[in-house]
C-alpha cells in the first residue's frame, strides 16, 4: 500500500493506493463528478483506491483536481518502478452509448500526454477543461506516456468518463504481469 499526503495552501490530500487490488475505493474530494470517474477509475484498473481532499472550492475546482492527479501519479510512480515483469504498454477503447474514447500508454519512466478530447463546457458544475489538466498531473508525475483520443461522441459525461475508464483499462493490461519480460527496455531500465 502506497501512501501520500500534499498540503498547500490551497488544498490537503491523503491517498492511498494499492496497484493489486480488488476495485475498492472510497473517494472524497467534494468535487461530485471527479469523486464518480475516481471511483470509476479505480474499479476498472483494479486498483485500491482512497482519497480524500480539503480544497479551496469556493474559488473552483482546479486546484483540488489537479493536486489529487500529482498527489495520485506520485503514488502510481512509487508503485510502479523499478518496473518489472509486466506488459508495459497498454491500450483501450471504452464506449458509453454514443461515445468512444481510446487511451494508448506506455509505462516509460517519460512522461508525455496527448490529449485530444476537443470537448467544453460543464459536467454539472464540473468545468470539462480540467479533465485535461488531471490527466496531465497524473501522467507527468507518474512517468507515464499516455495518448488519450475521442474517437466519437456527443455527451460530455459520457466522454470524459470513456476518457477516465479507458486510462484505466489500458493502466492495467500495462500492468498485467508477464514473467518473461523481465526489464522490458532494450536498454536494460526505465
Do not use: W
Not at 496497484?19 to 479505480?42: P, Q
Not at 491500450?91 to 470537448?119: G, H, W
Amino acid at each position: 500500500m502506497i501512501q501520500k499526503k500534499r498540503q498547500t495552501k490551497e488544498t490537503d490530500i491523503d491517498l492511498s493506493l494499492r496497484i493489486a487490488g480488488e476495485g475498492k475505493s472510497t473517494i472524497s474530494t467534494k468535487v461530485g463528478f471527479l469523486d464518480h470517474m475516481l471511483e470509476s477509475f479505480a474499479k476498472h484498473a483494479q486498483i485500491d483506491l482512497t482519497v480524500t481532499c480539503d480544497g479551496d472550492i469556493h474559488i473552483d475546482d482546479h486546484h483540488s483536481v489537479e493536486d489529487i492527479g500529482i498527489v495520485l501519479g506520485q503514488a502510481l510512480r512509487e508503485a510502479i518502478y523499478p518496473i518489472e515483469k509486466v506488459e508495459r504498454f497498454g491500450s483501450a477503447t471504452v464506449v458509453m452509448d454514443e461515445a468512444a474514447v481510446t487511451c494508448d500508454l506506455d509505462l516509460s519512466n517519460r512522461p508525455f500526454l496527448v490529449y485530444d478530447v476537443p470537448v467544453s463546457g460543464k459536467i454539472g458544475s464540473f468545468d470539462t477543461e480540467l479533465a485535461e489538466e488531471f490527466f496531465r498531473a497524473v501522467v507527468f508525475n507518474a512517468g507515464i506516456t499516455a495518448h488519450i483520443v475521442m474517437v466519437r461522441g456527443k455527451n460530455k459525461h459520457h466522454i470524459i468518463e470513456a476518457a477516465f475508464k479507458s486510462l484505466a483499462v489500458a493502466l492495467r493490461r500495462a500492468l498485467a504481469h508477464n514473467d518473461r519480460a523481465g526489464v522490458p527496455s532494450t536498454k536494460g531500465v526505465l
